[in-house]
């Protein structure tokens, strides 16, 4: 009678998971039940799921350690219309590697810590909401934002109440495309709190703006498209983005203006959603304002320019923790 129980329990629970898999690939389970779904998935392979309130909001945060941080940790943010679930589970093979880099991360000695964006709560300059990106350009009329306070409540709140005894206290910074964006907004705004940080697929996120209008994209998760402030070009489009004159001779809203931290950018020239001028955009605009540029990594052109090269690459994992690593073991000299 047990065993007969047992087969039934489990012939339950596979009709569960191939009724969910066949609602995903027919559009019937919603975004919000995709993520709940991969989170529990994460939480499954050793991760934590923190959820905290922050200026009236929900947000959330899933990390995982080894017994001791010997490296510090990792922070990592999600590219637009995505989730922080593609750091810990494989729902697509487009994000392996992702998963891989943490499984990397937590092997090496770091912890990671990956944040989750709000979804129709960012707004353009014109009010129209953005889908699910990171608020990490500067807009126009609009002095609050809406990712800064909860980024800094990672750091300065969760990130030490997890941190075991005799763990390095080095706290890094990485994200893909407008999560790189973020982490260069949050890097050189928090100049005290970071250590290093490693935007890949990324840009400028003072020299670029957004416009949400929906029928710039087709995708609905993230609204809109990015432009340049100078070319007003899109910046998916070959040479998009120029010098960063606008803001050449302005000085950043840092906490700590005196510190100016290490970073690495990530590209590769065929990506065709952020064009890799806008890349080097970014890293002029951080070498003008005093920040140590340890020289990007950059993919060389392998066909034309393309939608998969934007994604976060196989071969940025071990030079972006290469590059962490490297930077803490120069802070104990």
Same mark, same amino acid.
């Given at each position: 009678?047990?065993?007969?129980?047992? =087969?039934?329990?489990?012939?339950?629970?596979?009709?569960?998971?191939?009724?969910?898999?066949?609602?995903?690939?027919?559009?019937?389970?919603?975004?919000?039940?995709?993520?709940?779904?991969?989170?529990?998935?994460?939480?499954?392979?050793?991760?934590?799921?923190?959820?905290? /309130?922050?200026?009236?909001?929900?947000?959330?945060?899933?990390?995982?350690?080894?017994?001791?941080? =010997?490296?510090?940790?990792?922070?990592?943010?999600?590219?637009?219309?995505?989730?922080?679930?593609?750091?810990?589970?494989?729902?697509?093979?487009?994000?392996?590697?992702?998963?891989?880099?943490?499984?990397?991360? %937590?092997?090496?000695?770091? $912890?990671?810590?990956?944040?989750?964006?709000?979804?129709? %709560?960012?707004?353009?300059? !014109?009010?129209?909401?953005?889908?699910?990106?990171?608020? *990490? =350009?500067?807009?126009?009329?609009? =002095?609050?934002?809406?990712?800064?306070?909860?980024?800094?409540? %990672?750091?300065?709140?969760?990130?030490?109440?997890?941190?075991?005894?005799?763990?390095?206290?080095?706290?890094?910074?990485?994200?893909?495309?407008?999560?790189?964006?973020?982490?260069?907004?949050?890097?050189?705004?928090?100049?005290?709190?970071?250590?290093?940080?490693?935007?890949? $697929?990324?840009?400028?996120?003072?020299?670029?703006?957004?416009?949400?209008?929906?029928?710039?994209?087709?995708?609905?998760?993230?609204?809109? *498209? !990015?432009?340049?402030?100078?070319?007003?070009?899109?910046?998916?489009? $070959?040479?998009?983005?120029?010098?960063?004159?606008?803001?050449?001779?302005?000085?950043?809203?840092?906490?700590?203006?005196?510190?100016?931290?290490?970073?690495?950018?990530? /590209?590769?020239?065929?990506?065709?959603?952020?064009?890799?001028?806008?890349?080097?955009?970014?890293?002029?605009?951080?070498?003008?304002?005093?920040?140590?540029?340890?020289?990007?990594?950059?993919?060389?052109?392998?066909?034309?320019?393309? %939608?998969?090269?934007?994604?976060?690459?196989?071969?940025?994992?071990?030079?972006?923790?290469?590059?962490?690593?490297?930077? !803490?073991?120069?802070?104990?000299?």
């Amino acid at each position: 009678m047990r065993k007969l129980i047992k =087969t039934t329990i489990i012939i339950f629970l596979i009709l569960i998971v191939l009724n969910v898999v066949s609602r995903i690939r027919d559009g019937s389970v919603s975004n919000e039940e995709s993520i709940l779904l991969n989170e529990q998935s994460c939480v499954d392979r050793g991760f934590e799921k923190i959820t905290i /309130h922050v200026d009236g909001r929900e947000r959330s945060v899933l990390w995982k350690g080894p017994e001791k941080w =010997t490296k510090g940790a990792v922070i990592a943010m999600h590219g637009g219309g995505g989730d922080y679930t593609q750091w810990c589970y494989e729902s697509l093979r487009l994000v392996k590697p992702q998963v891989d880099f943490s499984d990397l991360a %937590v092997e090496r000695g770091f $912890a990671v810590f990956l944040l989750e964006s709000t979804n129709d %709560v960012v707004t353009d300059s !014109g009010g129209l909401v953005c889908g699910k990106r990171w608020d *990490a =350009t500067l807009v126009e009329g609009r =002095t609050d934002n809406v990712d800064l306070p909860f980024i800094e409540q %990672v750091i300065t709140e969760i990130v030490p109440s997890k941190r075991p005894v005799g763990s390095s206290i080095n706290t890094f910074l990485t994200g893909e495309s407008t999560g790189g964006y973020m982490a260069i907004l949050t890097a050189t705004h928090f100049d005290n709190l970071i250590t290093a940080f490693a935007p890949v $697929a990324s840009g400028d996120p003072y020299g670029t703006y957004f416009d949400c209008d929906p029928s710039l994209s087709l995708r609905e998760s993230a609204k809109g *498209a !990015g432009f340049d402030r100078e070319t007003n070009k899109q910046i998916t489009e $070959a040479g998009a983005c120029l010098p960063n004159a606008h803001f050449r001779d302005r000085s950043l809203e840092t906490v700590s203006s005196n510190q100016k931290i290490p970073f690495k950018m990530f /590209h590769s020239v065929d990506d065709g959603i952020v064009d890799i001028s806008c890349q080097k955009k970014a890293e002029a605009m951080l070498v003008q304002q005093g920040y140590i540029n340890d020289g990007a990594y950059v993919l060389l052109s392998q066909s034309s320019r393309n %939608v998969w090269s934007h994604l976060w690459q196989a071969e940025y994992n071990i030079p972006v923790l290469d590059f962490f690593e490297k930077i !803490g073991n120069e802070l104990m000299k």
